[in-house]
């Protein structure tokens, strides 16, 4: 089955430990895409990637951190510099022409 | 800038009957995608239905429609003989040719059996 895959479906961390978010997708997508969703609210765009090697920031980049070294791949850490990370966070992707994004099932983190 | 709005918060219906919701936009571009995903407690974002811009046709996906006005900037969806399964955020969102969504901030869909 092709799809999008994000693990782990809960996170807990600790103040000031980094943590990285993974995501997968076998769909063949050249671009990928990182959210976070606070409570109650809408998309906000962390990061995002149209090829391998090279990604972009998107509208509230600080306190994060990604890479791209394969297609299939493209991770996401939060760092301890992120002062409030406790948000819903979703990975998306998006092939060749097409301008819609799929999306994975999403990594709830929480700062204890 | 390009902005999307959902000036409703929240929305209920009967269970069997129709509901609408609303969506505006504001862009300069001509050649634009939008879209209605649908968020249910799970909290998967799916897609339920696209748009082009270019194409007078308003799009349809079973019980699901909208009713796209270019002119005044309005991408409604309406939802046919709503179900329980129905009961979900639901955000509206465009894309242009740099295909970075811009998301309205959502609509709430209550179901009442």
């Known amino acids: 089955d092709g799809g999008i895959t994000q693990s782990p479906k809960y996170l807990f961390r600790k103040e000031g430990q980094n943590v990285t978010l993974s995501c997968e997708q076998n769909?063949?997508?050249?671009?990928m895409y990182w959210y976070r969703q606070d409570p109650g609210q809408g998309l906000r765009l962390i990061y995002y990637?149209?090829?391998?090697?090279?990604?972009q920031k998107g509208d509230i980049a600080e306190g994060y951190s990604v890479s791209r070294e394969k297609k299939e791949s493209f991770p996401l850490t939060v760092t301890s510099a992120q002062k409030n990370p406790t948000a819903f966070y979703l990975c998306?992707?998006?092939?060749?022409?097409?301008?819609?994004?799929?999306f994975g099932p999403g990594t709830r983190l929480t700062v204890l | 800038a390009q902005t999307v709005t959902q000036s409703q918060p929240e929305m209920s219906v009967q269970e069997a009957e129709t509901v609408t919701l609303s969506c505006t936009y504001d862009?300069?571009?001509?050649?634009?995608?939008l879209f209605w995903y649908k968020q249910p407690p799970s909290r998967q974002m799916i897609l339920v239905i696209r748009?082009?811009?270019?194409k007078q046709q308003n799009a349809t996906e079973n019980r699901f429609s909208v009713n796209f006005q270019k002119a005044a900037k309005s991408f409604s969806l309406k939802i046919s003989d709503s179900q329980l399964g129905d009961a979900a955020m639901y955000f509206c969102?465009?894309?242009?040719?740099?295909?970075?969504?811009?998301w309205g901030a959502g609509t709430k869909l209550i179901i009442k059996p």
């Open positions: 998306a992707s998006r092939g060749g022409r097409l301008a819609e994004q799929f």
């Open positions: 769909l063949n997508h050249d671009a």
């Open positions: 990637s149209q090829i391998v090697n090279d990604f």
């Open positions: 862009t300069s571009e001509s050649d634009y995608y």
């Open positions: 748009q082009e811009a270019y």
């Open positions: 969102a465009y894309v242009y040719s740099n295909y970075q969504l811009i």
